[in-house]
């Protein structure tokens, strides 16, 4: 699957790809978010969840990697990304 194809998807249909094919990789706040980073096949995927209530509000697909310095709990080069 391409990132392109994966902005086509519905909703529940990105979160069926995650689901199977997807490696969460890190985690961060902001405001009043949780922010999930996934890696699927070679894009990254960012699920935005309101802390407060718990609702999905963003989902946000990109393949550059040098978003990963918002990550700073993981290591990309150890996990084989960079």
């Not at 194809?5 to 985690?27: N, P």
């Not at 890696?39 to 935005?48: A, G, N």
Request: aromatic share 16%; no cysteine; charged share 25%.
């Amino acid at each position: 699957m391409t990132i392109f194809e994966f902005d086509d998807l519905h909703e529940a249909e990105k979160h069926e790809a995650l689901w199977q094919h997807g490696y969460i990789i890190g985690a961060r706040i902001e405001d009043d978010y949780k922010i999930m980073l996934y890696q699927l096949f070679s894009f990254y995927v960012e699920l935005y969840h309101n802390i407060e209530n718990k609702i999905l509000k963003r989902i946000r697909s990109f393949s550059n990697i040098r978003l990963g310095y918002l990550y700073n709990e993981i290591d990309l080069k150890s996990a084989g990304l960079l």
